[in-house]
């Protein structure tokens, strides 16, 4: 048997036992983990719940909306993002639209934001930018349909300063 074909069958020799206890290792533990046995509950966290930026309830009170802006503070002239939160959750009310507006300064953001329905009366928006210092009005349309009213749609204002 050549020399190279003898190193080659040592080094397999060599590995072959450890690979052979690591994978026997592994499987054994892959099957403890697949006992039946409900999955250990998760510690309670020390971290306070996240607080909203600001909250607005409808005219009526069957509903509330809040967001918060990530990051934090709203930086000038620098992307951001909003959450934001329709409670409770309700199939039947929804933003439609997010924009923002300096009424100072009589015109809006130079960018469209983007919004997105997460489910749960959640929504996430991206593609936010207060490019001045000043006072922004952030606004959210939330339309509402119910059997009595038909459909409302409430302009949701929020005043942000941004320094």
Do not use: K
């Not at 509903?63 to 939160?85: G, H, K, S, V």
């Not at 130079?110 to 922004?136: N, Q």
């Amino acid at each position: 048997m050549p020399a190279s074909v003898q190193t080659r069958r040592a080094a397999c020799v060599a590995w072959g036992l450890p690979a052979l206890l690591l994978s026997l290792a592994l499987t054994m533990a892959l099957a403890a983990c697949d006992s039946g046995a409900p999955p250990p509950t998760p510690a309670i966290s020390d971290e306070p719940a996240p607080t909203w930026d600001g909250e607005f309830e409808s005219a009526g009170g069957q509903w509330r909306l809040r967001y918060r802006a990530d990051p934090r503070p709203i930086p000038r002239n620098a992307m951001f993002e909003l959450d934001a939160e329709i409670v409770p959750a309700d199939a039947n009310v929804r933003i439609t639209a997010v924009d923002a507006f300096m009424p100072d300064h009589r015109h809006g953001m130079t960018l469209r934001p983007h919004l997105r329905a997460l489910g749960g009366g959640r929504y996430h928006v991206d593609g936010m930018l207060f490019h001045m210092s000043g006072l922004w009005e952030l606004l959210f349309t939330v339309r509402h349909v119910s059997v009595e009213h038909g459909t409302d749609t409430e302009r949701v204002r929020f005043e942000v300063v941004l320094e």
